[in-house]
């Protein structure tokens, strides 16, 4: 296992870190929490979760396994989202039940919890949240101020330079790293513990790995390339894996253990995703000059599950619902149906994308979603 500083905050954090998002809750309190006992034992000391995570039992299961760990040993992250306190002492009272429920005395990362707009940074910053958490620091609740982001890279830049953070978590990797790499550029500038999450494109990888075999030098698969992608970038402190059996971790471990990508298997790749994925948009921007301000990345890498993957219309529709509630479409911008068919973006699409085609069938499902959403 690969250890490095996490920013300037002194902490050696391990290469590989725990997500406590993926339990499988038909499993046991005691099989689950073994896990984590698991994974320290396999050097694994950077252990994230966040109070809602696995039907708000992952706090408490990381209570369980944390008692087979010495405190000294290991770091813990949770998080708080500034839209879910009304003020001051409500975030500190919450600060302090996410301590109780995993039995420590302190939290070594906290996070304003999932920045996707602006306006959410300052709610944390007027709204009690950021307070909260300086006070729970000078108190010693809490070790380090972090933040949780699902912004574009410039987005990510403007909360790295505000000043006000140690660490940042955000969603990067092999496939879509183009789109967010600013940010992390710009934490890496500014001191900050970069922790990579969704290394695995949520799932995506994985489950298409003979559709993905690029991303792989000879002797590795897909999945394990990701996941060196991340773990052996100099720029990336600590590449989260949410973990579900033993043999996640010993898959994650091994990437852990393996040899840095090199500069040439990162241009290989890249060549590979800019110019022989043709149904998929990688993210790489060049079509974001819209007249319309239509997010057309954004709208693109969710059509990939359709072009690439097959989801039906009806996962497409839900798809849509949850991009708008918490993924790439929460910036209000122009919807898909705004398209005035002027064709610049394809024009300048990197992989030729029919993307007026696309945009009409996601504005389909995305009136679906919104009749859904007043339904309920
Ligand atoms: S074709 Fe539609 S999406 Fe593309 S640039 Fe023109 S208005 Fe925007
Ligand atoms: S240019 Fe094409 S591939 Fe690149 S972000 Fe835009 S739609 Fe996606």
């Not at 910053?125 to 958490?133: D, H, Q, R």
Request: include cysteine.
């Amino acid at each position: 296992m690969r250890y490095s500083e996490f920013g300037k905050t002194g902490k050696m954090v391990s290469a590989i870190g725990f997500g406590g998002m993926r339990f499988d809750l038909t499993k046991s309190q005691e099989v689950n929490a073994d896990l984590l006992k698991y994974a320290f034992d396999k050097g694994i000391n950077y252990f994230d979760t966040a109070p809602g995570y696995c039907d708000d039992k992952s706090e408490d299961l990381f209570g369980t396994g944390f008692k087979k760990i010495p405190r000294d040993k290991y770091f813990v992250a949770t998080k708080l989202m500034p839209v879910h306190v009304a003020n001051e002492l409500e975030a500190y009272e919450k600060v302090k039940k996410s301590i109780d429920r995993m039995g420590v005395e302190y939290i070594d990362f906290f996070h304003v919890w999932c920045i996707r707009r602006m306006e959410h940074f300052d709610l944390a910053m007027n709204g009690g949240l950021y307070n909260a958490l300086l006070k729970c620091k000078a108190e010693g609740l809490i070790k380090h101020i972090c933040f949780s982001s699902h912004q574009e890279g410039a987005g990510v830049r403007k909360v790295v330079e505000s000043g006000r953070f140690e660490g940042v978590l955000l969603g990067v990797n092999i496939l879509n790293f183009p789109y967010r790499w600013d940010g992390v550029l710009a934490a890496k500038e500014h001191g900050l513990g970069v922790v990579a999450m969704n290394p695995l494109a949520g799932g995506l990888i994985p489950k298409n790995e003979d559709k993905l075999q690029f991303l792989a030098s000879p002797g590795e698969t897909p999945t394990e390339a990701a996941l060196r992608f991340l773990v052996a970038n100099p720029n990336i402190t600590v590449a989260l894996n949410g973990f579900t059996t033993t043999e996640h971790i010993d898959t994650a471990c091994r990437a852990a253990d393996a040899e840095p990508m090199t500069e040439e298997d990162i241009a290989r790749i890249k060549t590979h995703i800019s110019r022989n994925m043709t149904r998929i948009c990688t993210a790489c921007g060049y079509c974001e000059e819209c007249p319309e301000n239509i997010p057309i990345p954004a709208y693109m890498q969710i059509y990939n599950d359709k072009a690439v993957f097959g989801k039906t219309d009806e996962e497409m529709v839900n798809s849509m619902k949850f991009h708008h509630e918490w993924g790439l479409l929460a910036e209000p911008r122009g919807s898909a149906a705004a398209c005035v068919a002027c064709g610049r973006c394809e024009a300048s699409c990197t992989q030729h994308l029919d993307i007026i085609a696309r945009l009409k069938e996601i504005a389909e499902w995305e009136a679906k979603s919104q009749e859904f959403n007043k339904t309920k």
